[in-house]
């Protein structure tokens, strides 16, 4: 008799524990789906990585959010896909595998992510370890992928805006400093540096108003911008001065580019005056040699061709000067 009564108490125990696990599995399908309808048409996707299996799953607003069919993403991490922008990747393979190794403590990375129709879209990945082993190494990384297109465009423009100088449209001094940290290698050798002066802008300024002197300024943009190839940064420093970064170019090469901005400049008639820069070059031949060196030595190249040139731009000026007496 007792013995019967132990196999039913053990028959009811396992009927509770059957009926529990079905609720439980029940208030999981639920909240699972109750999720799902939150994330529909949201710009954010759920992704459940197993680590063990290699096997990736993701829920299909995951996949609207990159316009695709829920059934047409492959159950393998993106890094292993040609989904992830090439640029990108490297980027985002080193802080997966910083997390995973637990030199750090969270993984998050921007990147971009090829939408359906061949479009580059930005998303912000987060995500957490939920299971290890017995050597707490991570088996399982859940996480979410959040659309922030729209965002990151705005935050390029911002920053594009804060490279650009207003007057002429060409990139400003704190781009000219960023690309040069960006050269700093032995790929960009030789790295040649022209800077220029807009002879006369001051006097333009002060005898026919800014707006003559704003025209000198987009007018010796023009040229510059004209005169150097795709490859070459031409940045306006600030007040008359531009300064110009030539990768891959030898002096032999920037003397030549100087040689037809003077040209272009004399060529030029569509300011109120005659267009006239100085200009220096210097060229950068080995790490050794410091770009704080190359560049200050461009500018006393600069500084003395300005000298040189100041008697025939005074005389012009003094030219200028009596036909607007005439004139009044």
Same mark, same amino acid.
């Given at each position: 008799?007792?013995?019967?009564?132990?196999?039913?108490?053990?028959?009811?125990? /396992?009927?509770?524990?059957?009926?529990?696990?079905?609720?439980?599995?029940?208030?999981?399908?639920?909240?699972? @789906?109750?999720?799902?309808l939150?994330?529909?048409?949201?710009?954010?996707?759920?992704?459940? $990585?197993?680590?063990?299996?290699?096997?990736?799953? @993701?829920?299909?607003?995951?996949a609207?959010?990159?316009?695709?069919d829920?059934?047409?993403?492959?159950?393998?991490?993106v890094?292993?896909t040609?989904?992830?922008h090439?640029?990108d990747?490297?980027?985002?393979?080193?802080? #997966?595998?910083?997390?995973?190794?637990?030199?750090?403590?969270?993984?998050?990375?921007?990147?971009?992510?090829?939408?359906?129709?061949?479009? $580059?879209?930005?998303?912000?990945?987060?995500?957490?370890?939920?299971?290890?082993d @017995?050597?707490?190494?991570?088996?399982?990384?859940?996480g979410?992928? %959040?659309?922030?297109? =729209?965002?990151?465009?705005? =935050?390029?423009? /911002?920053?594009?805006?804060?490279?650009?100088?207003? %007057?002429?449209? #060409?990139?400003?001094?704190?781009?000219? +400093?960023?690309?040069?940290?960006?050269? +700093?290698?032995?790929?960009?050798?030789?790295?040649?540096?022209?800077?220029?002066?807009?002879?006369?802008?001051?006097?333009?300024?002060?005898?026919?108003?800014?707006?003559?002197?704003?025209?000198?300024?987009?007018?010796?943009?023009?040229?510059?911008?004209?005169?150097?190839?795709?490859?070459?940064?031409?940045?306006?420093?600030?007040?008359?001065?531009?300064?110009?970064? /030539?990768p891959?170019?030898g002096?032999?090469?920037?003397?030549?580019?100087?040689k037809?901005?003077?040209?272009?400049? !004399?060529?030029?008639?569509?300011?109120?005056?005659?267009?006239?820069?100085?200009?220096?070059?210097?060229?950068?031949?080995?790490? !050794?040699?410091?770009?704080?060196?190359?560049?200050?030595?461009?500018?006393? $190249?600069?500084?003395?061709?300005?000298?040189?040139?100041?008697?025939?731009?005074?005389?012009? $000026?003094?030219? /200028?000067?009596?036909?607007?007496?005439?004139?009044?």
């Amino acid at each position: 008799m007792t013995q019967i009564l132990i196999i039913v108490a053990a028959g009811l125990v /396992l009927m509770a524990a059957f009926w529990w696990l079905i609720r439980i599995h029940r208030e999981a399908a639920y909240n699972r @789906r109750r999720l799902e309808l939150a994330l529909t048409g949201s710009k954010m996707g759920l992704w459940d $990585w197993s680590i063990t299996n290699g096997f990736v799953f @993701r829920n299909r607003s995951y996949a609207e959010m990159l316009g695709y069919d829920p059934d047409a993403l492959p159950e393998q991490l993106v890094i292993d896909t040609t989904l992830v922008h090439p640029e990108d990747l490297p980027r985002l393979k080193a802080t #997966l595998e910083s997390y995973l190794a637990g030199t750090s403590e969270k993984y998050e990375q921007e990147y971009r992510l090829k939408g359906a129709c061949g479009q $580059w879209r930005w998303v912000l990945d987060r995500g957490t370890a939920v299971s290890f082993d @017995r050597h707490r190494r991570p088996t399982r990384v859940v996480g979410i992928s %959040v659309d922030i297109t =729209e965002r990151k465009r705005v =935050e390029l423009r /911002l920053r594009e805006l804060s490279y650009t100088d207003p %007057v002429t449209g #060409l990139h400003n001094r704190a781009y000219f +400093n960023k690309m040069v940290k960006e050269l +700093n290698s032995e790929a960009a050798l030789p790295l040649s540096v022209i800077v220029g002066d807009v002879n006369m802008l001051k006097m333009a300024n002060d005898t026919l108003g800014h707006s003559a002197g704003d025209c000198l300024l987009i007018s010796a943009a023009k040229v510059l911008k004209g005169c150097c190839r795709a490859s070459d940064i031409v940045t306006r420093w600030g007040g008359d001065e531009f300064a110009i970064l /030539l990768p891959n170019t030898g002096q032999t090469e920037a003397l030549a580019i100087c040689k037809r901005i003077r040209k272009a400049c !004399a060529q030029t008639q569509d300011s109120p005056v005659q267009l006239s820069v100085a200009l220096g070059a210097a060229t950068r031949t080995s790490m !050794a040699e410091p770009m704080r060196d190359i560049v200050e030595t461009a500018e006393a $190249w600069m500084y003395k061709h300005k000298l040189m040139e100041r008697d025939g731009d005074i005389q012009r $000026w003094k030219t /200028l000067a009596e036909d607007a007496e005439q004139l009044h």
